[in-house]
């Protein structure tokens, strides 16, 4: 992104944010080899995305986008939740509430206890995709599901990816002679075996948040927010205070972000007295947490942890 710059001159400001976590991903690989010709803000992973953008706003839009398409009733049913970052912790939870009983795969040993500690019993994809009714991704990876998982799932399970891009289901193996699609409504499509089992693929395999349901102003707005303060952050920042590297949002603006939202909730804070920020070490205007500190436990795809930025 082009900015107007001092003097006539223009500065490049690139902010990372919203759901494009492979882009994320290759901002690190980029930086990591030295090939990354400017400061960049990683939005994507500052508490105000992750929390709301990602947990809260799933929690919701998952049902929504299930229900428009398929008015299936949650109730019984056996849902297998790929993933338990936050994206996958909203899709618990809110079929959980429904009544679903929920199992869920996870290839990081501490997003799994988390898994168990709220109730939901950890698999592998393979020992339940024969009874499952619903199969959602939500891991940021390729090819979870994959042909195989998909010849053995039982008749009308709905598939569908709430993760990222159009890579979590192997959908192009399933465009092959042998199988018929039929379009029963937009973004619901029937994958026929030649057996007559039926898959029910929703938006082919693209994001159904954004294909089938609406996401709230609101998280809009925190979102929207926290990117734009990101992009003035690398705009008035002081020469040098940023390098051509990869930058963690500065916690005091993840705080402010979230002050500004408040207000819709009639929310009133707590301040600390003088004796109390002391007793802690903390300014009494914040940030209230250290910059590493992400009030999240997210899960990562790719099996290593991204370096922290400096303010």
């Known amino acids: 992104m082009t900015l107007p710059g001092r003097g006539g001159r223009s500065r490049r400001c690139p902010c990372f944010g919203g759901h494009p976590r492979c882009q994320r991903w290759m901002l690190y690989q980029l930086s990591k080899a030295g090939k990354l010709c400017v400061p960049a803000m990683n939005v994507n992973d500052s508490v105000t995305k992750q929390k709301f953008d990602n947990l809260y706003c799933c929690r919701e839009s998952i049902l ?3 229900k428009r398409t398929t008015d299936v009733m949650f109730g019984g049913k056996q849902v297998v939740v790929c993933g338990y970052g936050e994206v996958g912790k909203g899709c618990c939870a809110a079929l959980k509430a429904l009544g679903a009983i ?5 290839i990081d040993p501490i997003c799994a206890l988390q898994a168990c500690m ?12 024969r009874q499952v009714d619903v199969v959602i991704t939500c891991t940021g ?8 998982h998909l010849d053995r799932m039982k008749n009308s399970c709905i598939v569908c990816n709430m993760g990222h891009s159009n890579t979590e289901i192997d959908v192009t193996s399933l465009r092959t002679p042998e199988l018929t699609w039929e379009r029963v409504r937009s973004q619901v499509d ?5 057996d007559g089992k ?7 395999g693209r994001l159904l948040n954004l294909s089938c349901s609406t996401v709230p102003t609101f998280v ?5 927010t926290t990117q734009a303060l990101a992009l003035i952050e690398l705009y008035n920042a002081p020469e040098g205070r940023y390098k051509q590297d990869v930058y963690l949002l500065p916690k005091k603006m993840d705080e402010y972000v979230a002050s500004l939202h408040l207000p819709s909730f009639d929310a009133h804070l707590t301040e600390l007295t003088d004796d109390q920020a002391k007793y802690l070490g903390l300014n009494k205007n914040g940030p209230f947490k250290p910059n590493y500190y992400r009030s999240v436990l997210a899960g990562c795809c790719w099996g290593h942890r991204f370096p922290l930025g400096a303010l």
């Open 64 to 66: 929504d986008g299930l």
């Open 102 to 106: 929920v199992y869920v795969t996870e």
């Open 118 to 129: 709220d109730g939901f019993r950890v698999v592998k994809l393979s020992e339940v995709i």
């Open 141 to 148: 990876n390729k090819n979870v599901v994959t042909r195989e």
């Open 190 to 194: 029937h994958v026929i075996w030649p």
């Open 198 to 204: 039926r898959v029910v693929l929703l938006a082919e």
């Open 220 to 224: 809009l707005s925190i979102t929207a």
